[in-house]
């Protein structure tokens, strides 16, 4: 079975290019690209505290072009820290880490609508996903339900308004607290398979599922306060 795109929940693999954005925006003179994935390597709390700092928030914010600057992955992983604040925990920093990654998939609208890349069925209704899940075998149904999960929490969280006005004045029957449910229930379907343990995402998936409204609280703050303007 092909390798699951979203399953990457460690610290991200940074290439040159954030790096050298990271350590430029914040005040240790005299590093370069080469100390500073050396640095890395050897504290990876130093790339914990980059993300997590005023100076670096404060860059991205400000840059016109910033699209081309850093990856989309560093891009959201240094603005979801800014919209979930507070002292977070080691599994926190991994949930984030893994939504960071998501969101720059999902930036390619063909890979929002796939349950793996490359696919040429594109599926945008929960009910469609639900239903080739009911269908698949074992190891595709642990992908569709991550996929469901996955997806939800993107419309839950960065579509909001779109879910409100297709309820509200399309008569839809579905609104946000039923993305919120099917979300959290299918995050906890596929954190018991045994696929999630082999990749290492049960533990983010049981997250997300037990405080899927924090994190979709989140995304909506980002949304509003970094993405949209």
């Not at 069925?121 to 899940?133: G, I, P, T």
């Not at 906890?188 to 343990?197: G, L």
């Not at 997250?207 to 989140?218: C, K, S």
Request: net charge neutral; hydrophobic share 40%.
């Amino acid at each position: 079975m092909q390798m699951p795109d979203f399953a990457q929940v460690g610290a991200p693999p940074f290439d040159e290019r954030d790096l050298r954005f990271l350590f430029e925006h914040f005040p240790v003179p005299g590093i370069d690209p080469a100390q500073a994935v050396q640095m890395v390597h050897e504290r990876p709390t130093t790339l914990e505290s980059l993300l997590e700092s005023d100076y670096v928030v404060d860059a991205i914010r400000d840059q016109q072009t910033m699209w081309l600057e850093v990856s989309p992955r560093l891009f959201f992983d240094i603005l979801l820290r800014r919209a979930l604040p507070g002292r977070r925990h080691a599994q926190e920093r991994r949930t984030i880490h893994y939504l960071a990654h998501l969101l720059g998939l999902f930036t390619r609208a063909e890979r929002l609508y796939s349950v793996q890349p490359d696919e040429a069925q594109r599926f945008q209704y929960l009910v469609d996903l639900v239903a080739e899940a009911a269908q698949a075998g074992p190891e595709r149904g642990f992908v569709v339900h991550s996929h469901i999960g996955n997806y939800a929490l993107f419309l839950a969280g960065i579509c909001r308004d779109w879910i409100d006005a297709r309820h509200r004045y399309k008569r839809r029957p579905v609104d946000l607290e039923y993305y919120c449910k099917m979300g959290s229930s299918y995050y906890f379907t596929a954190s018991r398979h045994r696929m999630a343990e082999t990749l290492g995402v049960r533990d983010v998936f049981r997250d997300l599922a037990q405080r899927f409204h924090y994190y979709r609280d989140g995304l909506e703050r980002m949304q509003a306060d970094f993405v949209r303007h």
